[in-house]
């Protein structure tokens, strides 16, 4: 029932070497999640039956840095918090994405407070920001094949001189229309 049933019997296929790396390299992302509020129970249902991220190959979520290549920080990030984050990024293997999602992941959100990090991409390199307070599952999936494009291009993340990673810094719009007020809404004077 595989795909050796619908070729031909001793066939061969020509390609290049990077071509291969590179689709099986998109076709596993292990990631790991950074799951601190609540972003990271869409990013559970991301894995759940309904949205399945199996269907994209990144359903082996790690929770050892080193076995994982796409850091999914979900949910704010208090200034306590991140030296852990920035352990864990160091820890992943390379190459290695990093997904921001939600709005306390990429600006704090509306924790504008001293304790609180306005933004994660100011202490570790951020290469797809997924929008939403909090993003819809789908959203975060949009934000993996984002990534997978990347890896299909060849597009290993680049660095400056010094060895210092950059983030690619791509911004994933929004692909979800709220559905207008059943009810209009008054102030109720
Ligand atoms: S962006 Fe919204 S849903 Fe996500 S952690 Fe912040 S407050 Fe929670």
Same mark, same amino acid.
């Given at each position: 029932?595989?795909?050796? =049933? =619908?070729?031909?019997?001793?066939?061969?296929?020509?390609?290049?070497?990077?071509?291969?790396?590179?689709? !099986?390299?998109?076709?596993?992302?292990?990631?790991?999640?950074?799951?601190? !509020?609540?972003?990271?129970?869409?990013? @559970? =249902?991301?894995?759940?039956?309904?949205?399945?991220?199996?269907?994209?190959? =990144?359903?082996?979520?790690?929770?050892?840095?080193?076995?994982?290549?796409?850091?999914?920080?979900?949910?704010?990030?208090?200034? +306590?918090?991140?030296?852990?984050?920035?352990?864990?990024?160091?820890? @992943?293997?390379?190459? +290695?994405?990093?997904?921001?999602?939600?709005?306390?992941?990429?600006?704090?959100?509306?924790?504008?407070?001293?304790?609180?990090?306005?933004?994660?991409?100011?202490?570790?390199?951020?290469?797809?920001?997924?929008?939403?307070?909090?993003?819809?599952?789908?959203?975060?999936?949009?934000?993996?094949? !984002?990534?997978?494009?990347?890896?299909?291009?060849?597009?290993?993340?680049?660095?400056?001189?010094?060895? +210092?990673?950059?983030?690619?810094?791509? !911004?994933?719009?929004?692909?979800?229309?709220?559905?207008?007020?059943?009810?209009? @809404?008054?102030?109720?004077?």
């Amino acid at each position: 029932m595989g795909i050796e =049933a =619908a070729l031909p019997v001793d066939t061969f296929l020509t390609t290049q070497l990077q071509r291969v790396i590179n689709w !099986a390299r998109r076709s596993s992302l292990w990631p790991m999640p950074f799951a601190t !509020a609540c972003c990271g129970i869409e990013l @559970m =249902a991301t894995a759940c039956s309904r949205y399945d991220v199996a269907r994209f190959g =990144a359903e082996a979520v790690r929770f050892s840095p080193r076995q994982s290549d796409m850091l999914i920080v979900a949910g704010r990030i208090s200034i +306590k918090t991140m030296p852990v984050l920035q352990r864990i990024y160091l820890q @992943m293997s390379e190459p +290695k994405w990093v997904i921001s999602m939600g709005a306390c992941a990429s600006t704090g959100g509306v924790f504008d407070t001293y304790a609180v990090v306005q933004g994660c991409d100011q202490f570790i390199p951020v290469d797809v920001y997924v929008p939403g307070c909090p993003p819809r599952p789908e959203q975060l999936i949009e934000g993996i094949m !984002a990534i997978q494009r990347i890896v299909d291009s060849d597009g290993i993340p680049p660095r400056v001189q010094g060895g +210092k990673r950059v983030g690619l810094n791509l !911004a994933v719009a929004p692909n979800y229309q709220p559905r207008p007020q059943p009810v209009p @809404m008054t102030l109720g004077v």
